[in-house]
């Protein structure tokens, strides 16, 4: 058996300590990370499942739930299902922009079937992963091309994803007054004040309908003059619409902003989601729209937002975008969305209007006029942090900040 000699023990030993220090490094390459902080609302979810009491209902949840508190699937979804098994389709990729039936329906929902926009071929509408990710790959596109500064005015409050999605887009985010604590409603006065005073050729976010997390909404005649405010400022407005037809059960109705301020000569920006208006929420169907000037500059767009989304995703997720084109398209399916529509819109009504009735038979002396005043899943209840630190030990997860999710309560009979 031969002996090592002394250079090849050497080099024994350094590959040992070369091993020994890559192992030691490898176990600390994370050391400096810092534990985040949970977010604001599946924490509430979080604290819920942990819960012992049966009693008590989860209100920070986003989805509609039924009479018993839980999951509800649209009739419409079940039968557009049935009839995509039924067709024996394949499972191939879709294209970066997404399904092109897809896109058509879901413009076609937002802007109505008589759009000049659509009808010239303006408007650039991708598939998005449902709501976030059409905000996110609009985000993206704005920080890249818009000629504008690159800031963005959100409302005060806004959906909290908001915020951070334009942050990882290096873009500055800053607010305009929208939610007046005192009334519990549209403080009209402040936001058409400090939309006056945005510099030009900036961003502004909207929300088309069902505010988030508020609940609260301008009036058709607040919307006009929004519109006329904004494009004397030279603002891009950029739609978030979540919630078409959840707000009123009238998906024309809940798309009046939007329309309005096309009609008024804006080229605005779309998110759009069917998370909540088809119950799609883990399906994640959405879109992203940018509305051009001429067929050629949407051309130049599309061109840019296909590059954009490549390595972000590469393509979108197939089965959520057959239900809905399958809904919008077939004529039977679409009534009987419409009529599931209405009627969670309608539920959700009825159960503020018991909510308050209920208060009053519990002996509270407050004005709860605001949660009748306010519109879709969300109600903004105007509880103190304190008040909800108490609801949240004995009978409710509701959210720090006091608003709730209408679309969970299910005790009122």
Not at 95 to 110: N, R, V, W, Y
Not at 186 to 211: N, Q, R, V, W, Y
Not at 229 to 247: H, N, S, W
Not at 389 to 399: D, M, Q
């Amino acid at each position: 058996m031969a002996v090592a000699g002394p250079r090849t023990l050497n080099l024994v030993r350094q590959n040992q300590a070369s091993i020994q220090h890559v192992c030691s490094r490898a176990s600390s390459w994370w050391s400096g990370v810092e534990m985040g902080p949970p977010d604001a609302i599946l924490g509430v979810t979080e604290a819920f499942k942990r819960d012992t009491n049966p009693k008590k209902m989860n209100l920070g949840v986003g989805a509609y739930r039924d009479d018993n508190g839980k999951p509800f699937v649209l009739p419409s979804v079940r039968k557009a299902e049935e009839l995509i098994v039924s067709q024996k389709l394949d499972k191939e990729y879709l294209p970066i922009s997404g399904s092109a039936e897809f896109c058509k329906h879901a413009i076609t929902l937002a802007l109505g079937s008589d759009s000049p926009v659509i009808a010239d071929g303006l408007n650039v509408t991708v598939q998005g992963i449902s709501g976030t990710g059409a905000l996110r790959i609009g985000s993206t596109f704005l920080s890249k091309f818009f000629p504008g500064a690159k800031n963005v005015w959100l409302p005060a409050p806004t959906w909290g994803n908001h915020v951070p999605i334009f942050k990882h887009v290096n873009m500055d985010v800053k607010q305009y007054r929208y939610y007046d604590p005192k009334t519990c409603g549209f403080d009209f006065s402040g936001a058409m004040e400090d939309i006056s005073k945005i510099p030009k050729g900036s961003l502004i976010m909207l929300h088309a309908c069902a505010h988030n997390p508020t609940g609260v909404d301008p009036k058709a005649e607040q919307w006009d003059e929004m519109s006329k405010v904004i494009k004397e400022r030279e603002l891009l407005p950029f739609f978030d619409m979540a919630y078409q037809g959840f707000a009123s059960g009238d998906v024309a109705k809940d798309a009046y902003a939007v329309r309005k301020f096309l009609a008024d000569g804006h080229k605005i920006c779309l998110s759009q989601s069917f998370s909540k208006n088809m119950g799609l929420y883990g399906e994640r169907a959405g879109a992203f729209t940018i509305v051009c000037n001429d067929k050629d500059e949407a051309a130049r767009v599309l061109s840019q937002v296909k590059i954009l989304i490549r390595p972000l995703y590469s393509n979108p997720p197939l089965h959520g975008a057959r239900i809905v084109s399958t809904i919008l398209s077939n004529p039977e399916l679409n009534s009987i969305w419409l009529k599931d529509v209405k009627g969670m819109a309608d539920r959700i009504i009825n159960m503020r209007t018991k909510l308050k009735e209920n208060l009053a038979k519990e002996g509270s002396i407050r004005d709860w006029s605001h949660i009748t005043d306010q519109i879709g899943m969300f109600c903004f209840t105007g509880m103190t942090p304190d008040q909800v630190e108490k609801l949240t030990k004995r009978i409710f997860c509701v959210p720090d900040k006091g608003w709730t999710y209408l679309s969970c309560w299910y005790c009122f009979q």
